[in-house]
């Protein structure tokens, strides 16, 4: 959420709040004797209370209401549109600006990287999330990865928009099960000396619905490396620590693999520039 509209909220709820204190100091001290009066100040009370929680109720919906009847939104715009890059250029400050990001850039031990920054041009718009996934109000700005330099673990936080629903308003539990495919492959691949890997497995528990239009941390682990297997785990949580998701996955390196070029992969994957104690396999030739 922008702090903007964060803010809007907070000041919202201490409206409502103050309110409704307010009408609870006042409600049992009114002069209650006369029946008609009671009646008449409940009048005024209810009419009062109704439109305060409509204007409450509009800025701040419980999730409970959400989930049965989303606001209508309209259609995404289109990415070169002038209020698409807009929008686009909105979510990349926001994520710039968020808390854990600045604090994931204090620490040592860490490397930043963005993956999907350096794709290919030429295969970019037939990819799922760099490509077709791309745009305002999908995955607007590729997702900023954090990683230990001993490739350990990985922070990754990325927007998820509005129109990426299955239930209007929650996020597919699909797109997430993509979002996961791919923070978990980045963790795993980065364990396997040719950078490439495919899924084997991916488990996923869903634990909360995901609304639509906000950050979520994906935050990964290396559980196991075994020879061409690597086992990974993973949780998803909103900025606020609610967990959406936890999920586990294998990745194997096809036998194949060293008779691949990898360095596309490596740029897909965000990897630091000078890999520590490890050199940049060279391309080979089929
Ligand atoms: C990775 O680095 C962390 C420190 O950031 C250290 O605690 C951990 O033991 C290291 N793990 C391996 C497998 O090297």
Not at 127 to 132: F, I, M, P, Q
Not at 168 to 182: P, R, Y
Not at 210 to 220: K, L
Request: aromatic share 6%.
């Amino acid at each position: 959420m922008s702090s903007r509209l964060a803010s809007a909220v907070r000041s919202v709820r201490q409206f409502s709040t103050t309110f409704s204190r307010r009408a609870e100091a006042v409600a049992p001290t009114a002069p209650p004797p006369a029946r008609a009066r009671g009646r008449w100040g409940l009048g005024v009370a209810v009419a009062l209370a109704v439109p305060v929680a409509y204007v409450a109720g509009a800025v701040n919906p419980p999730t409970i209401a959400l989930m049965f009847s989303p606001r209508y939104s309209p259609p995404p715009p289109d990415r070169e549109s002038k209020i698409g890059k807009e929008i686009t250029a909105e979510v990349e400050r926001e994520l710039q600006e968020l808390a854990l990001v600045a604090e994931m850039r204090t620490l040592s031990e860490w490397y930043e990287s963005r993956p999907y920054e350096k794709y290919d041009p030429n295969k970019v718009h037939n990819s799922l999330t760099a490509g077709s996934l791309r745009g305002p109000g999908k995955l607007a700005v590729p997702p900023i990865a954090f990683a230990k330099e001993n490739e350990t673990e990985g922070v990754i936080v990325a927007h998820l928009g509005r129109s990426l629903c299955g239930h209007d308003g929650i996020i597919h539990g699909g797109l997430l099960a993509t979002v996961f495919d791919e923070t978990l492959a980045r963790n795993a691949l980065m364990n396997i000396p040719t950078h490439i890997g495919v899924t084997a497995n991916l488990n996923i528990n869903y634990r909360s619905p995901c609304m639509a239009d906000q950050f979520v941390v994906v935050r990964t682990k290396l559980e196991q490396k075994k020879g061409r297997k690597v086992v990974v785990s993973g949780t998803m949580d909103t900025l606020d620590g609610e967990r959406i998701a936890d999920a586990t996955a294998i990745f194997v390196e096809p036998k194949w693999a060293q008779f691949l070029q990898s360095s596309g992969v490596t740029d897909t994957l965000g990897a630091p520039t000078q890999p520590e104690g490890e050199m940049e396999m060279e391309p080979r030739e089929l």
